[in-house]
C-alpha cells in the first residue's frame, strides 16, 4: 500500500457564533411572552469585527464565523429604546468554553401606532401583463385596527387578478376592505397584475399608479400612508435589473445631498429558462458608500430570508419559489426585492454611488445586474434637474458621437440609461463619447472633474 504525505494549511483562529432575538417587550419583563412580537429585519453591529447581523422575519439572529475574543454588539437604531441587556452595546466573548453566545434584546420604542405603504412593481411592456407588489407596514409595537387598502392605476391597464381576492375593482382602481388588523412589526402584502394594451405607439408612455392605506386608530403620522410609483412603458429590455430612486423622488440618477435622505434600491428578475426555478438566490456587496447599519428591508414579491454574509454582502434567498419560466407563464415569471438605505456621512458632491447584485436561478452561473448608479449633487444642483442644461452637449440629436463644450483635461464621463444604470465609462477628450451599438433612446453623460466636482446633461441619440 503506497503512503502520500501532505501539508494541512492552517485554517486560521476557530470560530464561533452569536445568535438571540430581538423582540418588542410589552409588559417590560425583559422575557418574551407570546404578545412580544419579534422585530424583523433589524440591524445589529458587531465590533471590533466590523460586522452586521441582522434578523429575519420574526426577530431571530445568528452571526456565524465570529473568530475567538472579545466582542460588543449594538442596536444602532434611534427609534428603540432597549430595557435588556443593561448596555448597549452589549460585550460578549467567544472562546473554547462559550463558543456560541446567546443575547436576546427586549426592547420598548420611542413609536407610537405607525402604518405604511410600500408599492413597487416589475416592467411594463405592450401585449404584456406586469404587477404591481403593495405592502401595509406596521412601524410600531402596537397592533393596528382592520385595514383598508386602496391600489389607483392607471385607466389606460387593464385589471387581470389580484391577491388576495379584492372586495371592489373599478376601471382603474382596486380596493381590500375589512383586512385582519396587523399586530405589532406586521404586514400585510398584495399584488394586483394588469395587462397594457399590445399598441408599440404606448412605449415611453408615463404610468402612475398610488397605494393608500387607512385603519381607524391614531396614528403618529399620516405622510407615509400613501406610496405614489411612476414608470414608463418599455420594449425589450433586460429582465434582471437593479435600480435606484432616492427619497424625495427627484431622480433616479442623483443624490442630492441635504434634499434627500435614503435610497430605495429594487432588484428585478424573471426565469427566461426552459424550466421552473426552484430556488433563487441574490447577492448584493453593498458599495463602501453605503451605511449598512441603516439598511431597512422593503417587500418582495415571493417568501424569502435575508441574511449578511463577510465583504458587506447581503443575500436574499428565496427557497421553493417554483418560479415557472417566461414560455410556460410569462406574468408570473418575475421577482422582485426592495431594501432601503443610507450614504455613508459625511456625503461630498460627485461622490459615485454604485452598486450591482448576482441573481442565481437554482446551479446556474449569476447573471450580473447592470450597476445602479446615482451622483452625490449639492443643493444647488436642484435647480438644474429640469432642464438638464448644466452641461453644452452637441449635436443634438445625436449619432455616432456626442461632444462636452467647455475645459476637458483630466476630467472622466459616465454615460447612463434614464434609471441611472451606468452603459460605460472612460476619460473624456475631444473625441467626445463613442455612441456605437447603443439604441435610439435618450441618455445622460456625466462628467466628473478631477476634484471630483459632478456635471450632467442628457441628449438624445437617433
Known sequence: MDTIGFDVPDLGPACGTVSGSMYFDHDQDCVQDPNDPGMPYRVLTIQPAGEYAITDADGSYDQHGLPYGNFTIEQPADDIVQLCPANNPEAFTIDNLNPAAIIDFADSSTIALDVSAELFSNAARPGFIFTYFGRANNLSGQQSGVLDIVLTFDPLLTFVSAVPVPSTTTANSVTWTGLTALSGFGEANVSVQLAVPPNP????????????????????????????????????????????????????????????????YVIRFQNTGTDTAFTVVITDTLSGELDMASFQQGLASHPFTVSFKPDRVA????????????????????????????????????????????????????????????????????????????????????????????????????????????????PLDENGIDLSGLSAATYLVVVIDPHGGADHARFVKH
Not at 211 to 225: F, G, I, K, R, W
Not at 244 to 252: H, K, Q, R, V
Not at 340 to 369: E, K, M
Open 201 to 264: 405607439g404606448l412605449l415611453g408612455t408615463a404610468l402612475s399608479a398610488t397605494l393608500d392605506v387607512s385603519q381607524p386608530l391614531t396614528e403618529s403620522t399620516l405622510v407615509n400612508n400613501s406610496d405614489t410609483r411612476a414608470q414608463l412603458i418599455t420594449g425589450s429590455y433586460d429582465p434582471n435589473d437593479k435600480t435606484a430612486i432616492t427619497s424625495s423622488n427627484t431622480s433616479t440618477t442623483e443624490y442630492f445631498i441635504l434634499l434627500d435622505e435614503y435610497i430605495d
Open 315 to 426: 443575500e436574499w434567498r428565496f427557497e421553493n419559489i417554483l418560479l415557472p419560466d417566461s414560455n410556460t407563464n410569462e406574468a408570473a415569471s418575475h421577482g422582485l426585492v426592495t431594501f432601503r438605505i443610507q450614504p455613508q456621512q459625511p456625503l461630498v458632491a460627485g461622490t459615485v454611488i454604485s452598486n450591482a447584485a448576482d441573481i442565481y436561478f437554482d446551479f446556474n452561473p449569476p447573471v450580473r445586474t447592470p450597476p445602479a448608479v446615482l451622483i452625490a449633487q449639492s443643493p444647488m444642483a436642484i435647480a438644474d434637474t429640469g432642464s438638464d442644461a448644466t452641461l453644452l452637449l452637441y449635436p443634438q440629436p445625436a449619432s455616432d458621437r456626442v461632444f462636452v463644450q467647455g475645459a476637458l483635461a483630466n476630467c472622466t464621463y459616465q454615460l447612463l440609461q434614464t434609471d441611472g444604470r451606468l452603459i460605460r465609462s472612460g
